[in-house]
């Protein structure tokens, strides 16, 4: 166990649904961040939340959006679900996340396991 | 944005030999870190490197930082079947900034 917990861990759904999945990081860490897996692709970096704030975006389609809460646990929001949107989505947790703060060692959670049909 | 350039991008070997992978970038890097990930769970760090010219070893394996700034290599000695996964590099520019990614090296022992 990573400490950093992702709900649920299965979901499958239909086109044009809205799921959200779930996150809380390890106990301490302030940052959280969101990752999306393709099958038999690398990590690709959706979005960065830092105390609550939004810190950093990456290649995050407009039909997602994410929000860290004030207990630090973080949701990840996909709307208007597409096949190509069937990936693992993993969520990873950093004790930092501001310029200066240190090296940034990422704990990931199991990840979520989104299929679309 | 900066990008690492993990190779190989696969490799499949038998048990009992040794594997060499690296990541290589045109950018300097203060930290990098190793992660495996097994089949259908998330990334678990390795090694993580904070020094030019740091050698480090974890049991079987073994990283290290590049004199250049702009490389790693993790070696894996005598593999066994579970050293199966798929292996990242990841590079930190500058401290507290976000980690950067290679696009991993699927690595298969056949026992």
């Known amino acids: 166990d990573s400490g950093v917990t992702q709900t649920p861990k299965h979901l499958i759904t239909a086109t044009g649904q809205r799921v959200t999945l779930r996150c809380s990081p390890r106990?301490?860490?302030?940052?959280v961040y969101w990752y999306q897996q393709s099958l038999d692709q690398g990590l690709q970096f959706l979005i960065q939340?830092?105390?609550?704030?939004?810190?950093a975006k990456g290649n995050i389609l407009e039909r997602f959006s994410a929000q860290q809460f004030p207990d630090l646990h973080s949701e990840l929001n996909l709307s208007s679900l597409e096949l190509g949107d069937s990936a693992l989505y993993f969520c990873?947790?950093?004790?930092?996340?501001?310029?200066?703060?240190?090296?940034?060692?990422?704990?990931f959670g199991a990840g979520s396991r989104l299929t679309v049909l | 944005g900066q990008q690492l350039n993990q190779s190989p991008q696969s490799m499949f070997i038998q048990e009992g030999e040794d594997v060499s992978m690296n990541c290589t970038s045109s950018?300097?890097?203060?930290?990098w870190l190793w992660y495996k990930q097994d089949p259908g769970e998330g990334p678990v760090l390795l090694i993580a490197?904070?020094?030019?010219?740091e050698l480090t070893s974890n049991g079987r394996l073994t990283a290290q930082f590049g004199i250049t700034r702009k490389d790693s290599f993790l070696n894996i000695s005598a593999s066994i079947p579970s050293d199966v996964g798929i292996y990242f590099c990841?590079?930190?520019?500058?401290?507290?900034?976000?980690?950067?990614f290679g696009e991993g090296t699927q690595l298969t022992v056949n026992p």
């Open positions: 990873a947790s950093s004790v930092v996340g501001l310029a200066g703060s240190g090296a940034n060692v990422l704990t």
């Open positions: 106990s301490g860490d302030l940052s």
């Open positions: 939340y830092y105390n609550g704030e939004e810190r």
């Open positions: 950018s300097i890097f203060n930290t």
């Open positions: 490197l904070y020094k030019a010219g």
């Open positions: 990841a590079g930190q520019q500058a401290s507290g900034s976000r980690l950067t």
